[in-house]
């Protein structure tokens, strides 16, 4: 009943029969489901007030399906801490989705905490989303460790923007040796009195490393952004961008402090932040269309949250 | 019969007079050009028209079907059927073509986004999906808003420009959307200093210095700009008179 609830509010029921496609479903601190495929392992150990994983794909595998993860809370009053352990070996890939599904929280504290190691040449794709109830006392705390080798790539998008997000409190270290590329995304969309914190840094340490540390975030009502990204660069022809906008509406209140570092000449890094209320010539466009203010608002923070 | 009336409409800004004394109207299911060169006023009487910030405090009055409009925002004036193709047509990041344009329609449907992206020349396979940002190129921003324009089916349009940033080959598919409007009985205002432009129109208004210094039918207005208006060397400054004694 919960892995159904959980994965239907996902809109994921269906993985469920589906033994070409490895996932795993936790609600607070039990492994409820599981399937693996060849070259993909995954060891659990339930602890009182969550779950550990260690998460290893064999060297040269490529898991061709996206494999999904949900991660869930049915209590309204919970504490979950999710200890990830991942080790994508030399050459391989993988593509992960996950869930993380609260949907009657009303005082739930859901931390993530992973290690996360791309071995030379590996690829990791990971998409988080978050589904949360309408209540404000969700306190969220994804924070990660992820060291690229040589050539890995590893892509992240963080979006939440289905519920309040309560407290959101993301902190994501990654370096990047040779030839290695990092992109990360946060989408999150703020009302109420939540508070959404964002830090990103990356480091490229290595030679034609590269880094694209991106964040997307509309705060409205009383609802407070800080985005503090950081991206340095210590080695030749290393490359990087910063990139945050914010989108302000009522008594919202952002703030974006993008710092880039180089200490290598060869090196190159750009940032670009722009923080305010809804562009006009967007409005006003969608409005001479026939839309409310209301609506050209939601239109235009959906799509920049998309 | 007169769709829209602009009586004696005086606009000031920044302490200059912009539009200064200007009574038109503007015919049901006619194609009008306002020509006049840069600076002439053109752009901001259609701003005027469609009640854009800061362009609402003007003088005289707008009359839309009978019905005084002037005091009146944006979305009310569109809710009656009065849009507007901008010059320079916003960008979006995220919001797909494909949305952008059902947000407009009368009938929110995929089909009616994907027959108006055929209407404009862009096929709907490559384009509903992809986002209304930079990765479009000026002219296929420019066909998108006149394919959401045409979902929109207005009674009254106003086309900025309709030619900027289109090349020629486009050109053609954007006057075929001028003529796909007034097939369907909109009333269509082309703000415009081309005479290709001008071309598609029946009848027109020349602007100069913020003033309407003539009008009459597009062909007769054609000759007038081209051997008056366009070699010469007026800087269209508000302040320095009437230098048609008008």
Redesign the interface.
Known sequence: MEINELLQIANEDKILNDKGTAHMTINLNKVVSKNLVPGLHIDTEEMEDGVKAKIVVDEGVVIEKQVHLCFGVTHEQAVQRILMDIDIKKGASISVLSHCVFPRAVHVKHIMDAKIRIGEGAAYTYEEKHIHSEHGGIEVYPKAVVDLDRGARFKTTFELVRGRVGLLDIDYDITGYDESVMEMMSKVSGREDDLIKIREAGSLVGEKARGVLTSRVAVRGNAKAEVYNVLKATAPYARGHVDCKEIIQDNGTATAIPIVEVSNPKAHVTHEAAIGSVDTKQLETLMSRGLDEEEAVELIINGLLS | MAMLELKSINLNLGGKPILSNVNIDFWEGHVHAVVGPNGAGKSTLANVI?G??GYRKVEGDIIFNGTSIKDM???E???LG???G?QE????????VG?FIM??AKDKSVDTAKDVLEMVGLNPEDYLQR?VDKTLSGGERKKV?LA??LA?RPRLVLLDEPDSGIDVSSLEKIFDGIKLLRSFGSTVILITHSIAVMKQAEHAFLFCGGKLVTKGSADKIEGFFEGECLPCEHKNAPDEGDIYGN
């Open positions: 469609m854009l910030e925002g944006i979305a004036r569109a809710k009065i849009t507007l901008w047509p916003a960008r979006y990041e995220g919001l797909t949305k947000a407009s986002a808003e959401s324009i929109m």
